[in-house]
């Protein structure tokens, strides 16, 4: 679906549509707050009162302390997620197609680039760079293979990222919980971003009427 | 009602222990189930499901309110408060909550219709 305010290629930098992006984004961040860490850490808050209590000793007999443990290294495990996911991903001053090529060689990712390295679109200054840089930084983030590739036709840019044998459901998750960081970045710089059950793309410009009438890519 | 695994595990390990009958579901369409085919007497209610909210299920059941409704959840402003009195929450606890206060809604409970709640 498209964002009702896509701007076909013309970058929104009003000053509304900015602060509406930052509360949209505030409110997300909020919920991935709530549906892990304080979820995680609800559970290890209740089990450390069971132990105080003495409850738990004699309906498992090894309920606690171990049990503690983990909970709290999971809340850490997914501490380490958000912290990663937030984490600014600078592409270092190169341009995207050479930062997403070494992105995906540090992670086993693999990796199609048909646009040369110079294209001005695609320069470290450019908005819509850093906004396919973030994508592909936290999208592919974890265990698996996925397949990513960037590309030019008939002047639209398209990026995705396609599941292979990836565990889809940890991967979704985590889409899913990205999924307005990503449509909130997509819609600042006038591209499309639709996420699939394997698949996550962006098209820029953002096409006029349906996603049907974009060129095909590939 | 509480689809995070370790916190619906420990309040039913703690409420089975101080002599309640309880069942716990994980999603609103097992909620609003539950509560068709047998009277309750305590709802304990996480807000945030994969398919609805607390505030959903009881005013789904609304027709037959619980004596005891507490509703549990990481949001805790003013509004979700004031949400969760409109729904028929009778208490509204902030993650991660204290069993203190489980146990305080239990004695306001049993005080206000001098019956022992949920054993």
């Not at chain 2, 305080?104 to 001098?114: D, G, L, S, Y």
Request: hydrophobic share 40%; proline share 5%; with cysteine.
């Amino acid at each position: 679906m498209i964002p009702s305010h896509s701007t076909n290629g013309q970058e929104d930098f009003s000053p509304l549509r900015l602060i509406s992006e930052l509360e949209e984004q505030q409110e997300w961040f909020a919920q991935v707050l709530h549906r892990t860490l304080c979820q995680s850490l609800s559970g290890a808050n209740l089990l450390l009162q069971l132990l105080e209590r003495g409850n738990g000793a004699s309906t498992a007999d090894a309920l606690p302390w171990q049990d503690l443990r983990q909970s709290l290294s999971g809340s850490m495990q997914e501490l380490h997620g958000i912290m990663d996911w937030l984490r600014a991903h600078p592409m270092a001053g190169i341009p995207l197609p050479i930062a997403l090529r070494e992105l995906a060689a540090s992670r086993g990712v693999a990796f199609f680039c048909d646009i040369p390295e110079a294209c001005p679109a695609l320069q470290p200054g450019s908005a819509l760079a850093r906004v396919i840089y973030f994508l592909a930084s936290t999208g592919t983030w974890g265990k698996g293979r996925l397949q990513m590739q960037l590309s030019h036709r008939n002047g639209v840019i398209s990026f995705f990222l396609k599941s292979e044998d990836f565990d889809k459901t940890d991967w979704l998750q985590r889409i899913e919980l990205l999924e307005p960081a990503l449509q909130s970045r997509a819609r600042i710089v006038g591209a499309s971003f639709t996420v699939t059950s394997d698949e996550i793309r962006l098209i820029y410009p953002a096409p006029r009427t349906s996603l049907e009438d974009v060129p095909c890519s590939h | 009602m509480e689809n995070h695994a370790d916190t619906a595990k420990y309040l039913q390990l703690y409420l089975s222990e101080t002599g309640h009958q309880v069942d716990v579901v994980s999603t609103l369409t097992g909620g609003i189930a539950a509560l068709s085919g047998k009277n309750y007497e305590v709802v304990i209610s996480d807000l945030g499901l994969p398919d609805g909210t607390g505030w959903d299920l009881l005013k789904a059941t609304a027709h037959q309110p619980p004596l005891l409704a507490i509703a549990i959840s990481g949001y805790g402003t003013s509004n979700d408060r004031k949400r969760s009195r409109q729904a028929g929450f009778h208490f509204h606890l902030l993650k991660p909550f204290n069993l203190d206060e489980i146990d305080h809604a239990f004695r306001e409970a049993e005080a206000q219709t001098a019956l022992p709640v949920g054993t």
